[in-house]
Nanobody
Framework: QVQLVESGGGLVQAGGSLRLSCAASGGTFSSYAMGWFRQAPGKEREFVARIRWSSRTTYADSVKGRFTISRDNAKNTVYLQMNSLKPEDTAVYYC????????????WGQGTQVTVSS
């Protein structure tokens, strides 16, 4: 069973930065695609970024150029560096693991709150 634990959320002013971390245990992390998603109050969960085992990355248009996803396989950890934050980035951020590589995320973390004040 894969377990994912996010950390690094918090309150930041618009224009600021945060780095989220997601530590994985119980699986073969280096072979998984990993993703970050977010859910704002009253809205559906949405895709933010994805990194494959090859480190190839994909981003939502809304965060492209501001957010960077990366991974450290030695630490079984995936990161989301968020720069130039906007109030509309306020949400609970979740990391997820995709063992099959087919965008089927089988494992999810509990989420970490990010609040951006204007």
């Amino acid at each position: 069973q894969v377990q994912l634990v996010e950390s690094g959320g918090g309150l930041v002013q618009a224009g600021g930065s945060l780095r989220l971390s997601c530590a994985a245990s119980g699986g073969t992390f280096s072979s998984y695609a990993m993703g970050w998603f977010r859910q704002a109050p009253g809205k559906e969960r949405e895709f933010v970024a994805r990194i494959r085992w090859s480190s190839r990355t994909t981003y939502a248009d809304s965060v492209k150029g501001r957010f960077t996803i990366s991974r450290d396989n030695a630490k079984n950890t995936v990161y989301l560096q968020m720069n130039s934050l906007k109030p509309e980035d306020t949400a609970v951020y979740y990391c997820a693991a995709d063992p099959s590589g087919s965008s089927l995320y089988a494992y999810w973390g509990q989420g970490t709150q990010v609040t951006v004040s204007s």
